[in-house]
């Protein structure tokens, strides 16, 4: 959908179509910010409280209930999660990468840079999977496994709309599409890489850390 | 017929619907036999898949996302040559269309639709409470109908008719020649009838209807047959749906607004909807997530909401009714402050004066988004909370009656010494002045805590839900639509029936939902179709005066539709009034504006001559002008 | 306009508090209750009744003319004083209100000596109480009907077995949800002799609304009679001979009688029972299903409801406690009762 409000205005009258030959007149632009990141920056606002919805969930069950974290006679592959983080967050790195290079239209730095952001953010997927598999409890054993696999289980499911967005991009910088002028259509969906990222720091630091 | 299936529309969704209910049975099996479940065939869990994926798959082929697949692909994008734009048949309303007013009626006319339906199930509960015991209904049933009428009438009804009277007026209103993300208003839009048709669908699911309330309650909703799903689902599009609206909104009153209108010129209309944008975007994720527990719970085996495991391993009950209060709560101003709006415009223009106060008008908006959110659990006073949480709660709950109140006053001093024009439109007006302060007031009575403690759970509470939302909300809708049909029309109404649905709507209002503040302090509990002796008479005389709201209902359809199709023509600007919208012709052009207007003062300066909010000229031109209407809201 | 306004408002005041807006008055909590709820209507009805009168009087007053069509309001964009005035009385009002909300919440909920203990518990779709270490030899003793002594003030710990249920007896105003995983409180002190309804507030499913029963407020005296009648009949009461009996026609009266008052909740409050005049369609109506069933099977269904479920009906409906409920004479009673009604 965040793709869809990126090329859904007028405004972007570069995305290889014209809508403003017989159309509406050009609307007054009344601020700075452009509509598709102002977009993004709300639709983030949104994201986030789903998110605080779930850590309410988590408040409840291990700060109000008082109740022990992991559940007892379960642990957290805290060491192998870390290994992920590093992996998403270096993601982040080449993300940006690719958007400075599109920047000074360096077009090899643009396509590897989203290509390695997007194979580092499977390979997270990959490991997050695999690691459901052998953790060793389930959902139904415990509130504290709900809590894990929600708020797990919800960042995942970012990372995967994250992943369609730069599938998206990637596919678009192969077919040349892009310029040092008009690259919002790799700028935005690296705000909610971006997004994605950050927000992983938060959900990894409060399950499996403290 | 091939390329009919092909192209965008209801052939194409008709089978991708197929499609999607066959994924659903293709993901299933798949799971269960990999997960080694048996049965591997079970109806729940499909029927479940399919609720989420079924719509999805209908919307791809009904053309949803067309534009942003070949964006996605790289693909040269179809030229927008704006054949979306205008609707030159009733069937231009069935398809996807981005011009913001068709979404605008679409949306209009698709939440009176539910309007109808909500009713109708109002009826029937009136019906069965006619008298103690059981009339025609058994108790199931009926909590069914009180569960659909209320999620209908807030989530299919009153949000989305005011996201879509904004959707019409406001872009007009700023200036703008359509929204700022036309294909996600058209895709927010076509996500509501989706979402009401499965609510009324979930009659005819296995074991009835969602039974649970529009709250929805865990762990009751949690054992619940399968009908509680529809909820659960249909509530994750409807908010999917105000979400992307409100976002759109945002984007389009902070980045579109004409040349020359600052914030502080903006109609108050358009506040309002600033305001419930804010509300919608911060608050919904919420309800959104406690229904996402709820599912989990139910179909995937989650332990968010059950307590009976091993000591140390349970669930927490109210966390369910925190995360679904933070949500409805500020969800109660998402269905009042867009009416707020509504009813400033309209006392302004019908009273020939500026709104008193202006500023403070914004301002008490604003305190009440913020206020909203820390008041949530007013909701669960007896709900076995942490009995300290109730003493705050209880205060800021209080307070919100002084922003409110800043309101209602500036209103009434709107009042002072104008030419009060009372017509259809006014008449609602001060009908919901009156009955909102009503609706207001009970509700501070229900902030008192010891108060709540008896009456929570009872008819009072029934009885300020019905003057908040509809002597509140319902009132500003019914003067809102009155007021721009000639806009959106481009005819007039029939004056003399549009006052008679006035005056039978709110006796017939009163009389229904007056005595249930007696019933309800007496003692008799909601949510029940069977009750004691002594409430009968009451209850019966209730009855009786529903059905008279339900008749004056039917005034206003008959009086809309006929209107619609045979009304006397409406001029550009019957009420003269000075915001945007109206100083285009009636409907207005395709295209709002050929070149758009340069704002040269504020929206209300009435009683000022020569004073004017817009002109079509470039800032440049317009400069002069400007000098005569601007002047301080306040002295 | 004010002096209209003053006038309007006592009237409505007047006429507001000769209204009768509560039931009995049966605890102290009542009282205080009642009280602060007037305080709240002296306080609402000058605002809005205010409100109204200024609607009134602008469309009387300044209402157009004919003639007027074209004519303007005056351009008063604002005054500060006066919104000044209106967003500090009301806070001001609403600070004191609140205050004294305070104190009488301090007030109803505050603990008293030699208050007594009784445990509720609330499942689908039935209440049961419990007295901690009432009984013979400090044995708890549970009941289906609240027995409290007047004047003794008494804390309630509410638990739930399913869903939340909520326990509440309008006449004494206090109300509490019964929610799975924790014991919540509440106290009153009954003040008022007679028989008051225990209601179930919160949506609990199919029954309810049938989910009522009875509290009795008794002298201390008969309290303690009562008490110890329980402490006696704790346990398997001595199997009357009443079961062996042919289903002859006192029984079956004594039957009928549990079938439409003794039990609670009474049968009557689900099924329709032509025989018994009841007409509730939350169970199966018996006349019908019934017919040609015996008198085990009866037995069965009343006392393991979940054993058989009558098609088109759900399981955990019918409360599965009525075993422990009514006494084994009673449920002979209704078996006898139930079997005469179906063989006819
Ligand atoms: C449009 C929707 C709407 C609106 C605007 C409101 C507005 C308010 N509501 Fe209400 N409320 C609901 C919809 C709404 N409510 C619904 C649907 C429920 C039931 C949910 C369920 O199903 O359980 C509910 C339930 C509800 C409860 C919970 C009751 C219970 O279940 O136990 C409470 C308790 O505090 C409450 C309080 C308030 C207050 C203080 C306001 C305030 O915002 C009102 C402020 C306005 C005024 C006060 C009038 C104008 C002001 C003046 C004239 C100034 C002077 C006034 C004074 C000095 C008093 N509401
Ligand atoms: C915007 C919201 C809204 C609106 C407009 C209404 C409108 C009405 N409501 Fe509803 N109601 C709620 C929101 C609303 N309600 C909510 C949130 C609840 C709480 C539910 C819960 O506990 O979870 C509730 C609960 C509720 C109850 C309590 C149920 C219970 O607790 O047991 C009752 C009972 O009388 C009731 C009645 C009515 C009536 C008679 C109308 C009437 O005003 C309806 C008038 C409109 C029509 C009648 C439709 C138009 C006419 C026709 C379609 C033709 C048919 C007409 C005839 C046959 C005469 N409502
Ligand atoms: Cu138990 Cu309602
Ligand atoms: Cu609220």
């Known amino acids: ?139 139904h054993d415990s509130a504290q496994g709900s809590v894990f696999y929600g708020l797990t289980g919800l960042h995942g499911a970012h990372v995967f709309i994250g992943l369609t967005l730069l599938a998206m991009v990637t596919v678009r910088a192969f077919r040349g599409h892009f310029t040092a002028a008009e690259h919002r259509g790799v700028e935005v969906p690296g705000i909610y890489w971006h997004f994605v990222d950050v927000m992983w720091i938060i959900v990894y630091s409060s399950v499996y850390i403290l | ?130 008298a103690p015991g059981s009339q025609f209904v058994d108790a199931d049933t009926y909590n069914g109908l009180f569960s659909v009428h209320a999620s209908i009438l807030i989530f299919l009804f009153i949000i989305p008719v005011f996201a879509g009277l904004a959707n019409f007026v406001l872009p007009l209103m700023i200036g703008a020649p359509d929204m700022a993300f036309p294909r996600l208003n058209a895709l927010s839009y076509w996500l509501l009838p989706i979402a009401g048709l499965m609510m009324i669908a979930s009659f005819f699911a296995p074991g009835g209807s969602f039974s649970s309330g529009w709250t929805a309650y865990a762990p009751l909703s949690t054992d619940l047959p399968i009908g509680q799903t529809f909820f659960t689902v249909a509530v994750q599009f409807a908010g999917a749906s105000s979400v992307l609206t409100a976002l759109n909104f945002l984007v389009t009153i902070i980045t579109m607004r004409a040349p020359g209108m600052s914030f502080w010129r903006m109609p108050l209309l358009v506040w309002a909807n600033f305001s419930t944008s804010l509300l919608v975007v911060i608050a919904t994720p919420f309800i959104a997530a406690s229904q996402f527990f709820v599912l989990l719970d139910r179909s995937l085996g989650f332990n968010f909401f059950q307590t009976g495991l091993a000591a140390g391993n349970n669930g927490d009950v109210l966390m369910y009714q925190h995360v679904f209060w933070f949500y409805s709560h500020p969800a109660v101003y998402i269905m009042m402050l867009p009416g707020f709006g509504i009813i400033s415009e309209i006392l302004a223009v019908k009273a ?209 539709i006929s209107s619609w199709r045979g009304g006397a023509r409406a001029g550009a600007n019957p009420w003269r009034a000075l915001t945007l919208e109206w100083q285009v012709s009636s409907p207005p052009p395709v295209f709002n504006f050929d070149a758009v207007p340069t704002v040269v003062g504020g929206p209300y300066e009435y009683g000022i001559p020569g004073a004017v909010h817009g002109i079509f000229k470039t800032p440049a031109e317009a400069k002069p002008a400007g000098t005569v209407a601007t002047r301080p809201t306040s002295e | 306009m004010l002096v209209l306004g003053v006038i309007a408002s006592a009237v409505g005041i007047a ?56 004519k303007d309001g005056v351009p008063i964009h604002g005054n500060t004083r006066v919104e000044v005035v209106w967003t500090a009385v009301p806070a001001m009002l609403l600070v004191g209100l609140c205050t004294y909300a305070y104190v009488v919440l301090h007030r109803i909920e505050k603990p008293l000596p030699n208050s007594m203990v009784v445990n509720v518990t609330g499942e689908q779709f039935a209440w049961t109480f419990e007295y901690p270490a009432q009984g013979a030899g400090g044995k708890a003793v549970t009941s289906d009907v609240l027995y409290l002594p007047k004047d003794r003030p008494v804390q309630f710990r509410v638990r739930s077995a399913d869903v939340i249920h909520d326990f509440w007896v309008p006449d004494f105003r206090m109300k509490i949800d019964a929610v799975p995983g924790l014991t919540t409180k509440y106290r009153v002190t009954p003040t008022r002799l007679g028989r008051y309804a225990v209601v179930c507030a919160e949506l609990c499913g199919l029954g309810h609304a049938a989910m009522r029963q009875n509290a009795y407020v008794v002298t201390p005296v008969a309290f303690k009679t009562w008490m110890a009648k329980q402490a006696g009949a704790a346990g398997p009461a001595p199997a009357g001979g009443g079961a062996k009996t042919p289903a002859g026609g006192d029984l079956a009266a004594r039957g009928r009688q549990v079938f439409t008052q003794s039990a609670s909740p009474t049968c009557g409050a689900c099924h329709t029972l032509a025989d018994a005049g009841t007409t509730a369609t939350t169970g199966p109506n018996l006349g019908q299903v019934l017919k040609g069933k015996n008198a085990a099977f009866i037995r069965q269904s009343i006392l393991q409801p979940n054993a058989q479920i009558a098609k088109g009906y759900g399981p955990n409906i019918m409360p599965p406690n009525f075993g422990s409920t009514l006494s084994k004479q009673d449920i002979d009673a209704l078996v006898a009762y139930l079997e005469k009604v179906a063989a006819k």
């Open chain 2, 352 to 560: 020939r004066k500026p709104i008193f106060g202006y500023r403070m008008m914004a301002f008490s908006l604003l305190a009440i988004v913020v206020l909203g959110f820390t008041v949530w659990a007013h909701h669960m006073f007896v709900s076995g909370m942490q009995s300290w949480i109730r003493i705050p709660m209880m205060i800021t709950t209080a307070i919100i009656a002084v922003p409110t109140g800043i309101k209602v006053f500036s209103w009434l001093a709107t009042l002072w010494r104008g030419v009060l024009h009372l017509d259809t439109p006014m008449l609602f007006a001060l009908g919901f002045l009156t009955m909102f302060t009503l609706g207001g007031i009970s509700g501070v009575m229900l902030a008192i805590i010891p108060i709540t403690i008896h009456v929570s759970d009872t008819y009072f509470i029934v009885a300020h839900i019905h003057y908040v939302l509809f002597g509140g909300s319902l009132f500003t809708i019914f003067a809102g639509v009155y007021y721009w049909f000639p806009k959106m029309t481009g005819r007039m109404y029939d004056e003399t029936l549009g006052k008679l649905h006035f005056w039978l709507t709110f006796v017939g209002f009163n009389m229904t939902f007056g005595p249930m503040h007696i019933i309800g302090l007496q003692g008799m509990p909601r949510r029940v179709s069977d009750y004691a002796e002594k409430f009968a008479g009451w209850n019966l005389f209730i009855s009786i005066s529903s059905f008279v709201v339900g008749l004056s209902t039917l005034v206003f359809v008959y009086n809309m």
């Open chain 3, 15 to 70: 006429l507001a508090l000769t209204i009768n807006w509560f039931p009995t008055q049966a605890s102290t909590q009542a009282a205080d209750i009642d009280h602060l709820f007037n305080v709240l209507l002296v306080v609402s009805i000058p605002v809005f009744v205010g409100v109204e009168v200024v609607v009134l009087f602008c469309v009387w007053k300044f209402r157009m003319r004919p003639g007027e069509e074209l």
């Open chain 1, 1 to 139: 959908m965040e793709a869809g409000s990126i090329a859904a205005s007028h405004a972007t009258a570069t995305d290889g179509h014209d809508d403003h030959a017989h159309g509406p007149p050009a609307a007054h632009r009344s601020s700075r910010v452009d509509p598709q990141t102002l977009g993004m920056l709300l639709f983030i606002v949104s994201e986030i409280m789903i998110f605080g919805a779930f850590f309410t969930a988590y408040f409840f069950i291990r700060v109000v209930a008082n109740d022990p974290w992991p559940a007892h006679g379960t642990e957290l592959p805290v060491a192998v999660a870390g290994v992920n983080t590093a992996i998403l967050l270096s993601s982040s790195l080449t993300m940006h990468w690719a958007l400075t290079s599109v920047k000074n239209d360096n077009r090899f730095g643009l396509r590897a840079g989203m290509l390695t952001t997007f194979l580092l953010g499977a390979t997270f997927l990959f490991v997050q999977i695999n690691e459901y598999v052998h953790i060793g409890f389930a959902p």
């Open chain 2, 1 to 130: 017929m091939a390329a009919r299936l092909r192209a965008p529309g209801w052939y194409r969704g008709a089978w991708t619907f197929a499609l999607g209910i066959g994924f659903a049975y293709g993901l299933t099996i798949l799971l269960r036999s990999l997960l080694g479940a048996d049965p591997v065939l079970d109806g729940n869990a499909v029927l479940t898949v399919a609720l989420i994926a079924a719509p999805l798959f209908f919307l791809v082929g009904f053309g949803g996302f067309d534009y942003w697949f070949y964006w996605a692909a790289g693909k040269p994008t179809r030229p927008e040559d704006h054949s979306g734009h205008g609707a030159q048949s009733w069937k231009d309303y069935f398809r996807i269309n981005t011009d913001h007013k068709v979404i605008g009626i679409q949306y209009t006319v698709t939440s009176f639709f539910f309007l109808l339906v909500g009713g109708m199930l109002a009826m029937l509960i009136r019906a069965e409470l006619a």
